[in-house]
């Protein structure tokens, strides 16, 4: 396949595409044995060999980014409205055409999964796959021991369904008003933790996902800040 320099030198994360007609123009890059002077050339992905300052580049054309969702952002990818994840992107990762797999809501904190991978995010979601999402909440109500059990077995949320088996860990509690808790459930129903937790007479007062499969948030990221997962991290999400 053919494309053109600039386009593969971006999906590199050389830089933007104003960075990189500057590169080019400044005679950094070499695509095979030739100097390359113009952004538009075409090169094969699959074959031609292209170099910055000496170094060779690896193409990606897909990439998965962890992002700390911050409050006040929905995960779409276009809002007439609302200000979308997307708009917190750095402009070296514009032109991946990203979308978030999967959906918090706009009150939600926490681990986004951003990608361009259509396959893969397919995957993550279908309610086959049963991926753990664990989510940490405050919640206003009463949460005692017996809700473990009640959690585990499967909850009959509001419009009827009752939910897979999910796991409570209540981490305070004073068993009246007030409570912290980390849940895992492992299907996406729209609003879950929060029907679940309306099904037992409670309220989450804050919503943040700690986890999905087996990768925690990095807490290092600040609202808002993403990360580029490695191939070892991404398999911790789907457990192969
Ligand atoms: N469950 C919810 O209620 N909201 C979210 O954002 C994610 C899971």
Partial sequence: M??????????????SRKDIKKII?????????SNASSPDIHIDENKDEVFVNGRKTEYE???YLMMNKPKGYISATEDKYKKTVLLLLDEKYKHFD??????LDIDTEGFLLLTNDGNF?????????HINKTYFATIEGKILDEHIKLFEDGIIIDDGYKTLGAHLEILKSDNESYAEIL??????????VKRMFEAIGAKVTYLKRTKMGNLELDESLEYGQVKKLTKEEILKITGE
């Fill in 183 to 192: 849940l895992t459930i492992c299907e996406g129903k729209f609003h879950q």
């Fill in 121 to 129: 995010a397919h995957n993550i979601l279908s309610p086959k796959k």
């Fill in 61 to 63: 054309k897909y990439i």
């Fill in 2 to 15: 053919s494309m053109r320099l600039d386009k593969f030198l971006a999906d590199c994360g050389i830089g």
């Fill in 25 to 33: 123009k400044s005679g950094a890059v070499r695509v095979n044995n």
């Fill in 98 to 103: 990203l979308f978030p797999a999967g959906r």
